[in-house]
């Protein structure tokens, strides 16, 4: 047999040798603390950057949609027999498959049973199909319980009769991460479409009075003056409006033209938006768990 014996200790003669010539450059030139500083702030500049470029186009992303849907569904101005006319949040009821399965990608890596390629592809067939919820902002307003088992039982029927393998079996708690996920898109959405699809405007609403939630809005409900001067608005030059009648309801659209003035009419409206919203509208009770934080 070989004897390889002489490798290892040539190793070990060149890394005694490697540390005793580094202790000795050590001692002859002693750290550069200024430029380690600097190296590390120079990391920690490149990593903010590069989060605030992340953060940017999520926000962007978000806003886009958000938009888009505003444009097409917009809220319900609904008339009451006894009472004036009130706002009331539409669900978008088009069919986005990329929206279900990010929401199940981006949870799956919080998981302890990560979801491979093909189980979400069948995932979120069953949900448009078995489940009829076709975009996050539905999910978002789902019962986790009722998806789990509705999925589960599918699986189930799907094995008997066909004896595939493949399938997931998915718990309430994965169900329950996945709604996490597209409550976290879907309350940018909503705050949008409250706000008459003014992004500009939600964004100081965020940036400079910590208030780019429903939840948010409504602390200000009895003082939108007060939340109109923290802001800096200004009255708006012109807006253009479009109204439509359809059984009973009137679809209500307002582009306000000018995006860098907001009416202290236009924050009271939306303050009151939110609090309908979340005293009115029980499948939307989830985002009263929704506050912007302190550090953006």
Not at 20 to 33: A, H, S, W
Not at 66 to 89: H, N, Y
Not at 229 to 236: A, K, L, M, R, V
Request: aromatic residues 6%; negative net charge; proline residues 3%.
């Amino acid at each position: 047999d070989l004897d390889w014996s002489y490798i290892k200790s040539r190793t070990k003669t060149l890394s005694e040798k490697a540390k005793e010539n580094l202790r000795q450059q050590q001692q002859q030139e002693p750290p550069n603390m200024e430029a380690a500083e600097q190296a590390v702030k120079d990391v920690e500049h490149a990593m903010e950057q590069l989060h605030q470029y992340d953060s940017k186009r999520r926000r962007d992303r978000v806003a886009n949609a958000a938009l888009a849907r505003f444009q097409t569904t917009s809220g319900i101005m609904k008339e009451e027999d006894d009472e004036p006319s009130k706002w009331i949040l539409y669900t978008p009821e088009e069919k986005d498959s990329e929206e279900l399965k990010e929401c199940i990608v981006q949870s799956s890596s919080t998981t302890t049973t990560p979801i491979v390629k093909d189980q979400i592809t069948s995932l979120v067939t069953k949900l448009m199909e078995h489940c009829h919820i076709y975009n996050w902002r539905q999910l978002a307003n789902a019962n986790a319980t009722d998806i789990a088992n509705i999925l589960n039982n599918t699986h189930r029927d799907e094995e008997k009769d066909n004896n595939q393998g493949g399938k997931v079996m998915v718990s309430v708690k994965v169900v329950e991460s996945w709604l996490d996920y597209a409550q976290s898109q879907s309350v940018e959405e909503v705050i949008v479409e409250i706000c008459d699809g003014r992004i500009d405007a939600v964004e100081t609403l965020r940036d400079q009075a910590r208030s780019g939630t429903p939840k948010d809005l409504c602390h200000w409900r009895h003082i939108p003056e007060m939340l109109w001067e923290e802001c800096g608005f200004h009255h708006p030059k012109s807006s253009t409006s479009k109204t439509k009648k359809n059984e009973g309801t009137t679809i209500s659209s307002t582009i306000v033209e000018d995006k860098g003035e907001v009416s202290l009419e236009n924050v009271a409206t939306w303050c009151q938006r939110a609090y309908q919203i979340l005293e009115e509208q029980n499948e939307y009770e989830w985002l009263n768990w929704y506050t912007t934080s302190v550090v953006s």
